[in-house]
């Protein structure tokens, strides 16, 4: 326990804290079901970047620029 949570409890907060964003090895219906449970969840082709390399989603990620 911490802080009086129950741990399972604490994760699901943490990861609820998270923002994905799915590249193309990732189904669009993963992404709505986790939007759904109320999760931030993006997909890359949402932002024309279906084709994009990994590097320039990873960078787009850690920046979080508009995602």
């Known amino acids: 326990m911490l802080h ?3 741990e399972r409890n604490y ?3 943490l990861i609820k804290q ?3 964003l799915a590249d ?3 189904s669009k ?3 709505d079901w986790l939007q759904e449970r109320g999760f931030e969840a993006d997909h890359v082709r949402d932002y024309g970047m279906s084709r994009a390399l990994d590097t320039e989603i990873i960078c787009k990620a850690r920046k979080g620029a508009s995602f």
């Open 18 to 20: 998270m923002r994905f």
């Open 4 to 6: 009086g949570w129950p």
């Open 11 to 13: 994760t699901l907060h």
């Open 29 to 31: 219906a993963t992404v």
């Open 24 to 26: 193309m090895g990732i």
